[in-house]
């Protein structure tokens, strides 16, 4: 009875502690949250006295996170949601930043934490949604540290660099000796799509990859419009649910966000950073897969999928969200309470972009590829 007593006492103790460090979280604010997560987050040394973990081998399988010969967490489907037998294209997708330390600017693969959040959040709940159409390949590579978001300065920069350094190695042995010139999805978030989004913009058209491009989700990122005129002038924004060949992007805010420090997020681009301030931005409704800023009304919702425990995945739950973009960015009604607890900032849903549309991704995933294949049959 003591010691039952004893673990209630360290209990209750326990989320009185959580209570008051959550109280004191948001009694310090914006820029006192900002200082510590910097205290927390900024790497000792500057880039320049760093010395990076070693390279991956993608010849290796422990090198990708999902591989088509890997059982992995991106192997895994909600119910109600079937996966083809016999999939017809493959996924490259990257995925975001999971390395919060400040040990360095860049993760080892082998991190134990940051390849833990990699497995069973991000190939689960985002890589996942690709699996019923595709095979899928989302290599490991030493990520950029969360403090690179923070600063975004030259170290920041080189730390990124680096890190898309891997992607694009991952990338040219995925084409050669993985696709097979089959249809390729490219996808990926946050860090990820600024990598995604690199590729298309540096990487040679090797194999004729591009041709075979059905569309590229770069979902969590701001993209300015006008990348597409200065550096993928090769493909667009998509148009509607059936367009190939082009790219997507969303960024999830709730209707009483603060838009202005979204808006002004700097972009990553090859040669450094630049603000994306006052430029028109990417904007896809995931309930219509369109540009326009027309309020669609949750009926048209296919499912968000909510975090679940283990290898267990939620039920799918349809018709939760209303999305409108605008402003270059996907404006929603506030989601149930399971879709708030990994919130950022009040009213960012930048966690969830995948999870609130998760079924509407699956969907379009087939919907998209038999357009495409339709397109190759002519």
């Avoid at 079937?82 to 993760?107: C, I, M, R």
């Avoid at 084409?175 to 540096?202: D, K, T, Y």
């Avoid at 924004?237 to 059936?242: G, L, V």
């Avoid at 800023?293 to 949750?298: F, H, L, Q, R």
């Amino acid at each position: 009875m003591g010691k039952r007593a004893s673990w209630k006492r360290w209990v209750v103790g326990l989320v009185l502690v959580m209570a008051i460090a959550a109280l004191l979280w948001v009694w310090i604010g914006q820029r006192g949250q900002q200082a510590l997560l910097v205290r927390f987050l900024k790497p000792a040394k500057g880039f320049a006295h760093y010395t990076p973990p070693k390279a991956p081998d993608y010849a290796k399988e422990e090198a990708w996170a999902a591989h088509s010969k890997k059982n992995s967490y991106a192997n895994l489907w909600a119910k109600g949601l079937e996966p083809s037998k016999d999939p017809q294209a493959d996924v490259f997708f990257v995925h975001p930043t999971t390395y919060l330390s400040g040990k360095g600017w860049n993760a080892p693969i082998e991190d134990k934490e940051a390849t833990r959040r990699v497995d069973k959040s991000v190939m689960k709940y985002q890589a996942s949604a690709f699996y019923g159409c595709c095979r899928v390949f989302a290599p490991r590579y030493r990520q950029a540290t969360l403090y690179f978001a923070i600063a975004r300065n030259q170290d920041a920069w080189k730390a990124m660099d680096l890190a898309f350094g891997d992607v694009k190695r991952a990338f040219r042995h995925f084409l050669q000796h993985h696709n097979q010139g089959r249809p390729i999805f490219l996808a990926g978030h946050s860090q990820g799509s600024m990598h995604a989004l690199r590729l298309l913009e540096e990487f040679p058209d090797e194999g004729g990859w591009r041709k075979r491009l059905v569309a590229a989700y770069l979902v969590g990122i701001n993209i300015p419009l006008d990348k597409f005129q200065r550096t993928i002038h090769w493909s667009r924004p998509c148009k509607n649910a059936e367009d190939t060949g082009c790219v997507m992007g969303w960024t999830t805010l709730g209707r009483k966000a603060e838009p202005r420090g979204w808006a002004d997020m700097k972009v990553y681009y090859p040669s450094g950073y630049e603000s994306s301030a006052g430029k028109p931005r990417l904007c896809s409704n995931p309930l219509t897969w369109k540009t326009e800023e027309e309020k669609i009304t949750k009926d048209q919702h296919k499912g968000a999928l909510p975090y679940g425990k283990g290898r267990e995945m939620a039920a799918i739950r349809p018709a939760l969200i209303a999305a409108q973009c605008r402003a270059g960015a996907l404006w929603i009604d506030t989601p149930p309470s399971s879709f708030q607890r990994l919130m950022l900032r009040p009213h960012d849903y930048h966690v969830y972009d995948y999870n609130l549309f998760y079924a509407d991704i699956w969907h379009n995933t087939f919907r998209r590829l038999a357009a495409f294949q339709k397109k190759r049959l002519r």
